[in-house]
């Protein structure tokens, strides 16, 4: 019997973006996706983009396919989640694997990356990937743009990980950071990852952080190890 895992993409993401590995993936495992709301074919729910929120979402999610205490590979913010959610309703997570989770949110990095999703200055540089947005989020790809970018900010005010949370973490948990991604440091997750009581760090090499340039195979390999091989 093939074992559950739980996909979990990052912001401005959506479930879609697993299409590409999931038939590699589903000969090891059971796969689920699903999207945050805002995100994808998921509507907004009347309120902010925010970490608990979005915990909310997995929770929800767990209960209703039956899957607690789950396995969860949580992709750059869907892994920032899913730690969240460790920390705070241990009972939901058994094991998560993160890739290009980016732990180190202050003022000045949440300012950096917010600026990175101006909608006119995306119209002007990247056209075809406001296109991309605009196939992904049916329910307003402008709206999940500034909820995402708000987000941020308050991350910058407010991380919702920081040491002592991340102390609370009783899963066992491989935190993980390419060695060519240009938007989260290893330094940083190799520290943050300390803070986690049953963690392991790891490089992996020749990965960027977009989820599309990670290798499929390598992806499949690394969670099998982690949530299969004992």
């Known amino acids: 019997m093939k074992p559950p895992l739980i996909l ?4 401005i993401g959506s479930a879609s973006q697993f299409d590409s ?3 590699l993936l589903s000969e090891s495992f059971t796969n689920y996706t699903f999207d945050f709301e805002g995100h994808g074919r998921r509507a907004f729910n009347n309120r902010e983009f925010r970490i608990e929120y979005f915990a909310e979402n997995i929770s ?15 992709y750059s913010m869907g892994g920032y989640v899913a730690l969240y959610l460790a920390a705070t309703r241990p009972e939901y997570i058994q094991r998560i694997y993160t890739v290009a989770t980016k732990f180190n949110w202050n003022v000045e990095t949440a300012l ?17 990937f406001i296109h991309l947005l605009k ?13 995402t970018s708000e987000m941020i900010l308050h991350l910058g005010n407010s991380p919702a990980l920081d040491n002592e949370v991340l102390n609370k973490v009783e899963a066992n948990c491989m935190i993980t ?6 938007m989260v440091s290893q330094t940083e997750t ?3 990852a300390s803070y986690i009581p049953n963690a392991n760090f790891k490089v992996l090499y020749n990965t ?19 949530f299969i091989e004992k």
């Open 8 to 11: 979990l993409h990052g912001a």
């Open 21 to 23: 590995v999931s038939d």
């Open 60 to 74: 929800e999610f767990i209960e209703e396919n039956h899957l607690q205490p789950a396995n969860v590979f949580g």
């Open 112 to 128: 950096k990356e917010s600026a990175q999703l101006d909608p006119e200055k995306l119209k002007e540089k990247v056209p075809q």
């Open 135 to 147: 196939e992904r989020h049916i329910h307003g790809w402008a709206q999940n743009l500034k909820y």
């Open 177 to 182: 950071v390419g060695d060519s991604d240009n």
């Open 190 to 192: 190799e520290n943050y």
């Open 208 to 226: 960027k952080h977009p989820l599309e340039k990670l290798n499929a195979y390598l992806l499949k390999s690394e969670l099998e190890k982690f």
